[in-house]
C-alpha cells in the first residue's frame, strides 16, 4: 500500500512514500546521505531509495554539510515521514556529515550513499543481504565495488593510483574504498576513530577493529545534475596527508583479546 503526495507544490519534489516505514518502530536500516550544494539531486534520490527499499522498515537521514544553494529548502519540502534531515551551520566536510547522520540514525543497520546520484540506492537491499549473512562471524563492512566507473578518465586514473599505494601501506584488501555505498553496523562504526576523510578509509579502520570487509560489485552511474565539490589536486593531497595518518593509527594500536 502506499500514499501518494503531490508531484509538486511551489517547486517543491514530493515522491510516493511507502507505508512500510512506521514513525513509532525502530528501522532495521537507515539511510545516511551527506550532502553539500546538491539541491537538484534531492528529490530524485529521494524517490530512488524509497523505491529500492519498498517493503523495508527502513529511514532516510540527510546532512546537510553547510550548503549555499536550496539544499535545504528542498529537503524541508519533501514531507515524507520516512525522512529526518538536519543541516550543519557550516561545511565540516563529508566525513563529518556522515557521523552525524549515524548519530541521528535509529536503524541498527547503516548505508551509507553519496548525494550525487552516481550510486544506486537499488544496490542497497543486495549489500544488506549480505550484511545480514556476514554478521554471524563478526563486526563486518560490506563495501561497494564500482567495477565500471562512470567518471572522467583522469579521476578513475588517479583513483587507480591512490587505490595501489593505499593497498600496499594499509592492506585492507579493498579494490574501491572510495566507493560511497557502504553497509555495516551502527555500534560499529561508532567505536571508530573519527577525523576528517575517515569515510575513504572505513576499510583499514573496519581491520583494525577486528572485523572484517566484503567487497560486492555495485552499478555506477554519471553525474547528471549538478557539480562535484571535489577538485583531483585537492583530494590528492588531502589523501597523501590522511594516508599516512591511517598508516599511523594502525602502527600505534594492537587490538587485546579478552581471556575468557
Same mark, same amino acid.
Given at each position: 500500500?502506499?500514499?501518494?503526495?503531490?508531484?509538486?507544490?511551489?517547486?517543491?519534489? @514530493?515522491?510516493?512514500?511507502?507505508?512500510?516505514?512506521?514513525?513509532?518502530?525502530?528501522?532495521?536500516?537507515?539511510?545516511?546521505?551527506?550532502?553539500?550544494?546538491?539541491?537538484?539531486?534531492?528529490?530524485?534520490?529521494?524517490?530512488?531509495?524509497?523505491?529500492?527499499?519498498?517493503?523495508?522498515?527502513?529511514?532516510?537521514?540527510?546532512?546537510?554539510?553547510?550548503? /549555499?544553494?536550496? /539544499?535545504?529548502?528542498?529537503?524541508?519540502?519533501?514531507?515524507?515521514?520516512?525522512?529526518?534531515?538536519?543541516?550543519?551551520?557550516?561545511?565540516?566536510?563529508?566525513?563529518?556529515?556522515?557521523?552525524?547522520?549515524?548519530?541521528?540514525?535509529?536503524?541498527?543497520?547503516?548505508?551509507? =550513499?553519496?548525494?550525487?546520484?552516481?550510486?544506486?540506492?537499488?544496490?542497497?537491499?543486495?549489500?544488506?543481504?549480505?550484511?545480514?549473512?556476514?554478521?554471524?562471524?563478526?563486526?563486518? =563492512?560490506?563495501?561497494?565495488?564500482?567495477?565500471?566507473?562512470?567518471?572522467?578518465?583522469? &579521476?578513475?586514473?588517479?583513483?587507480?593510483?591512490?587505490?595501489?599505494? @593505499?593497498?600496499?601501506?594499509?592492506?585492507?584488501? /579493498?579494490?574501491?574504498?572510495?566507493?560511497?555505498? &557502504?553497509?555495516?553496523?551502527?555500534?560499529?562504526?561508532?567505536?571508530?576513530?573519527?577525523?576528517?576523510?575517515?569515510?575513504?578509509?572505513?576499510?583499514?579502520?573496519?581491520?583494525?577493529?577486528?572485523?572484517?570487509?566484503?567487497?560486492?560489485?555495485?552499478?555506477?552511474?554519471?553525474? /547528471?545534475?549538478?557539480?562535484?565539490?571535489?577538485?583531483?589536486?585537492?583530494?590528492?593531497?588531502?589523501?597523501?596527508?590522511? =594516508?599516512?595518518?591511517?598508516?599511523?593509527?594502525?602502527?600505534?594500536?594492537?587490538?587485546?583479546?579478552?581471556?575468557?
Amino acid at each position: 500500500m502506499r500514499r501518494n503526495l503531490r508531484a509538486s507544490n511551489g517547486g517543491c519534489y @514530493r515522491a510516493a512514500v511507502s507505508e512500510t516505514f512506521i514513525h513509532d518502530q525502530v528501522p532495521e536500516i537507515s539511510v545516511v546521505v551527506p550532502v553539500r550544494n546538491e539541491a537538484a539531486n534531492i528529490g530524485p534520490l529521494i524517490g530512488e531509495i524509497r523505491a529500492a527499499l519498498e517493503g523495508t522498515l527502513y529511514e532516510i537521514v540527510y546532512i546537510d554539510d553547510g550548503s /549555499t544553494d536550496s /539544499t535545504s529548502a528542498s529537503l524541508a519540502c519533501d514531507g515524507g515521514g520516512d525522512l529526518v534531515w538536519r543541516r550543519h551551520r557550516a561545511s565540516c566536510g563529508q566525513s563529518a556529515a556522515v557521523v552525524s547522520g549515524v548519530r541521528i540514525a535509529r536503524g541498527g543497520w547503516i548505508a551509507t =550513499l553519496d548525494g550525487d546520484g552516481q550510486n544506486d540506492p537499488a544496490d542497497i537491499p543486495a549489500l544488506l543481504a549480505h550484511a545480514r549473512r556476514e554478521t554471524a562471524n563478526g563486526p563486518v =563492512l560490506i563495501a561497494g565495488h564500482r567495477t565500471r566507473r562512470r567518471d572522467s578518465w583522469v &579521476k578513475r586514473r588517479t583513483s587507480r593510483a591512490a587505490n595501489r599505494i @593505499r593497498d600496499i601501506l594499509l592492506r585492507d584488501a /579493498t579494490p574501491d574504498t572510495g566507493c560511497g555505498l &557502504k553497509v555495516f553496523r551502527r555500534e560499529a562504526f561508532l567505536e571508530l576513530p573519527h577525523f576528517d576523510h575517515m569515510h575513504r578509509y572505513l576499510p583499514a579502520l573496519f581491520i583494525r577493529a577486528g572485523g572484517r570487509v566484503v567487497s560486492v560489485p555495485v552499478n555506477h552511474r554519471p553525474r /547528471t545534475r549538478g557539480s562535484s565539490n571535489y577538485g583531483t589536486l585537492d583530494r590528492l593531497w588531502a589523501g597523501i596527508f590522511d =594516508l599516512f595518518g591511517v598508516f599511523w593509527l594502525q602502527r600505534r594500536w594492537r587490538r587485546p583479546e579478552i581471556e575468557p
